[in-house]
């Protein structure tokens, strides 16, 4: 890895991000090539950003503060493990979708779009991310880094303006944007002595000098501001569906893939970081307690209005709310669990590890999905589940890939989702008699589960194995190319690794917790919770001195026990010696296939959605 200074690194790779957004629109007349600029931006930025968080999290360089002086503004920056995991994960899931989006714009679709504004809009957007995860305040730098974030990002999500729906779900976008931004930034500005670049420490002891009211006011607005860029119930479904669904697929990647952490970043600084020591522990509770039950809701609700799509963005977009309720859920649960109760503080960790590992594993499964569903959409021209189907043998490549997706976001033993999903759900159904409400959570979110599991099964079918009627007709519709095809297959081979080897992040999120500040570190980081926890999950065991974790062996040999067990399907099947036949599909007396005759996607699971009409994300016709 190279070896850069943390500030010097920081600043060069934001610098970098920024002269491509000068440099690539310069180039937009020749498509493929600003394309191929801005992922070498992204590319070369990425390493240098991975490079810092190496040096920080192999404890090479200590974390650290710095100021930076824009003219007469000064900016606090700290760079810890927490921060250089989340500046990463970024770097990476940019650096993929921008060679992505080489072969995904000249879709016919974007043909007689310039490019101008999408190469401008897409660094500053990764640029912002970047410095917003770096920032040390709530004022100024957050300011900067919100704003770079959210207007490249609306004009990203804007980039078909010649849709007025378009133009109106961006709008709408910007306007809830910027009031998350307000609140954030009004309640660091009504902490009594706390002014325009004062750093989160000092915020956290000013807040314990309150009163609870006051407290509870500012905290409330906080987590109002960065609930909404999460996209936490009822505030996500204000905007994320309308975005996700009319950006580029590319840039939906993005938003639900790593934008939406930027939220869930917040929320974790705000509970751990600027929660006061002399605030009461009983307050702590409640506000643990407050943020499970959004998580919950959230998690449950977001997955029930996916269940009714028919869209397949939209349907992913409504998804990606749930499974951010996952993530709630945990921190919630983390939050309440370090109170006065010293038996709850291994559950604690088990809650925040989940809550860690669904942070990185819905980044790559969920971009993946967008990706994927972005080729079907560039290919076949449509993202509607009910005009799509069969296309399994003409895009063999991306269907194997989206399974895999698929199966890793409903939680399936032995992919990524199950190793976060069940730590979530296992600290909340773990916790017993001390704190009962969260075995309902527990069970909620168990179920949820399943929820999600239908959700994939239909939105898989309809696309890739159900009998299609237009593609029989179209020979046009084939395979995407191998531009396309490759970033797919780079984050298909990363999620395939965090569900074998979850060990690994297992032990970077030991890493997180020795190099970062803050009441998980001072209560968590702790060899005797980390022994506790290696007798009570899994078998994971932590070595204090390193951080080294060994077991999540599950994963392989529950692989393995597939393969023996289709080996026997396989052999089974042969053994008696019985004949394959084929033959047309019975259309009941019909004798063409078409939409009116054929089972359609608003058709599936049509009992429950109307069981769970309540649940609002309701589709007409569906």
């Known amino acids: 890895m190279m070896d850069f200074n943390i500030y010097q690194g920081l600043m060069t790779g934001i610098q970098l991000l920024l002269a491509s957004a000068i440099v690539t629109p310069l180039l937009a007349g020749q498509r493929k090539l600003a394309g191929g600029i801005n992922f070498l931006a992204c590319l070369i930025s990425g390493l240098i950003f991975a490079s810092l968080a190496y040096q920080v999290l192999a404890g090479h360089a200590a974390p650290a503060t710095f100021d930076l002086q824009i003219a007469n503004l000064t900016i606090p920056l700290m760079i810890d493990g927490f921060s250089a995991v989340f500046m990463t994960l970024i770097s990476f899931v940019a650096a993929v979708t921008a060679f992505y989006c080489i072969g995904y714009m000249e879709m016919d679709h974007y043909r007689h779009y310039s490019l101008r504004g999408f190469y401008f809009c897409y660094p500053i957007f990764i640029a912002g991310m970047i410095a917003l995860v770096s920032v040390d305040d709530l004022t100024t730098g957050f300011t900067i880094a919100w704003q770079m974030m959210t207007i490249a990002s609306f004009g990203l999500i804007r980039f078909d303006d010649k849709d007025a729906v378009i133009v109106r779900s961006a709008n709408k976008y910007l306007i809830l944007m910027q009031l998350a931004w307000l609140a954030v930034l009004a309640a660091a500005l009504m ?8 750093p989160l420490h000092q915020i956290a002891e000013q807040l314990g000098l309150l009163d609870t009211g006051l407290r509870t006011l500012l905290l409330a607005l906080v987590l109002l501001g960065f609930g909404m860029k999460a996209g936490m119930f009822p505030l996500g479904q204000l905007w994320l569906p309308d975005a996700h669904s009319v950006a580029p697929s590319p840039i939906s990647a993005l938003l639900s893939g790593v934008m939406l952490k930027t939220g869930i970043y917040g929320m974790i600084r705000t509970l751990f ?19 499970a039950l959004i998580g919950v ?34 921190i919630g649960c983390a939050r309440y669990y370090l109170g006065p109760n010293a038996a709850l503080h291994t559950l604690a960790l088990l809650a925040i590890l989940g809550a860690f590992l669904h942070v990185l594993n819905h980044a790559i499964f969920k971009s993946l999905l967008f990706l994927c569903v972005g080729s079907v959409q560039y290919t076949t021209g449509t993202k509607d589940l009910d005009k799509l189907g069969g296309l399994f043998a003409l895009m063999p490549i991306t269907a194997v890939i989206a399974g895999i997706a698929a199966i890793a976001v409903s939680g399936v033993p032995a992919f990524s989702g199950f190793t976060s999903k069940w730590a979530i759900v296992g600290s909340a159904l773990l916790s017993g008699k001390a704190a009962g409400i969260f075995v309902i959570f527990g069970v909620i979110a168990l179920v949820t589960s399943a929820m999600t599991l239908a959700t994939y099964v239909k939105l898989y079918g309809m696309t890739f194995t159900s009998v299609g009627v237009e593609w029989n007709e179209n020979s046009n519709v084939h395979e995407v190319s191998k531009v396309m095809l490759a970033p797919k297959l780079v984050l298909a081979a990363v999620c395939l690794i965090q569900g074998f080897c979850p060990w690994l992040f297992v032990q970077l999120f030991g890493r997180v917790l020795a190099t970062s500040e803050g009441v998980l570190s001072h209560t968590l980081g702790t060899p005797k919770v980390f022994a506790s926890l290696s007798h009570s999950y899994a078998g994971v065991s932590f070595a204090a001195s390193n951080g080294s974790a060994i077991a999540f062996s599950f994963p392989l040999v529950m692989i393995a026990m597939l393969t023996v067990a289709l080996v026997f399907a396989q052999w089974l099947r042969k053994a008696g010696g019985a004949e394959e036949r084929t033959a047309p599909v019975w259309l009941c007396g019909y004798q063409t296939l078409n939409n009116a005759n054929r089972y359609l996607s608003s058709h599936i699971f049509d009992a429950f959605k109307k069981f769970m009409k309540w649940t609002g994300g309701n589709v007409r016709g569906a």
Request: charged letters at 10%.
């Open 191 to 198: 902490v009594p002595g706390c002014t325009w670049g004062t």
């Open 273 to 291: 970081w600027m929660t006061p020591d002399t605030m009461p522990a009983q307050e702590v509770q409640y506000w643990g307690l407050a943020v």
């Open 297 to 330: 809701v959230t998690l449950f609700i977001g997955t029930s209005q996916s269940l009714k799509q028919v869209d397949a963005k939209r349907l992913n977009a409504y998804s990606s709310i749930g499974q951010i309720g996952y993530i709630i859920l945990a």
